[in-house]
């Protein structure tokens, strides 16, 4: 990804919130979103086991009472990861980076993280890439189409905790479906 459009995304994503509130807060279901980031303090410690790890790391991070999140399929290649995810029926996939023991949500999108071009062009490693994308098709295949057109129907790509010096919980999105 080109360096500069990092930190102009991030910029850009900073000037459409407001500085004290959490990024969610400015999606159209606001209730869903009011406990959103408290969880993020509290996260479980790394046990070793990706899929178990990422699942705990966005739910931490996403679910609430009332909202649980649904995370399924989970894939891993070297130091990145895709999840799909579902909540208050939106969904999309989350792109990880193993970041020491933990996991760092890099980015959300919908079906651009279903191709390994795509993945190539983000940094991903080609071998990384090319693994990502066939697993992840080969763990959505069993998935119920609605299912993955809720993966699908995430619009665009937001950066989340990716960006160069990390740009924490604040990230949006246009019309806002986006939750993890």
């Known amino acids: 990804m ?51 790890d990422i699942t705990a790391k966005l739910k931490a991070m996403f679910e609430t009472e009332g909202n649980p999140l649904a995370v399924e399929p989970v894939v891993v290649a070297g130091d990145w990861a895709i999840a799909g995810w579902i909540q208050d029926g939106k ?3 989350a792109l990880l980076k193993r970041k020491g023991e933990g996991w760092s949500i890099h980015l959300c999108s919908g079906d651009s993280l279903k191709e390994a071009a795509v993945l190539t ?33 995430f619009e665009g790509t937001v950066m989340v905790e990716g960006a160069e010096g990390e740009a924490g919980h604040a990230h949006g999105h246009g019309d806002s479906q986006h939750k993890p």
């Not at 969610?24 to 509290?42: I, L, R, T």
């Not at 062009?121 to 998935?143: N, R, V």
């Open 2 to 52: 080109n360096r500069h459009l990092v930190p102009a995304l991030a910029a850009l994503l900073a000037l459409t919130l407001p500085v004290s509130a959490s990024a969610h807060q400015a999606h159209k279901h606001p209730e869903a979103h009011a406990a959103h980031g408290a969880g993020s303090a509290h996260e479980p410690a790394p046990t070793g086991d990706a899929a178990v």
């Open 91 to 93: 969904g999309g996939r």
């Open 121 to 153: 062009k983000i940094g991903i490693p080609a071998s990384d890439a090319e693994h990502l994308a066939h697993h992840l098709a080969e763990a959505e295949k069993p998935l119920p189409a609605e299912t993955l057109a809720l993966f699908a129907s």
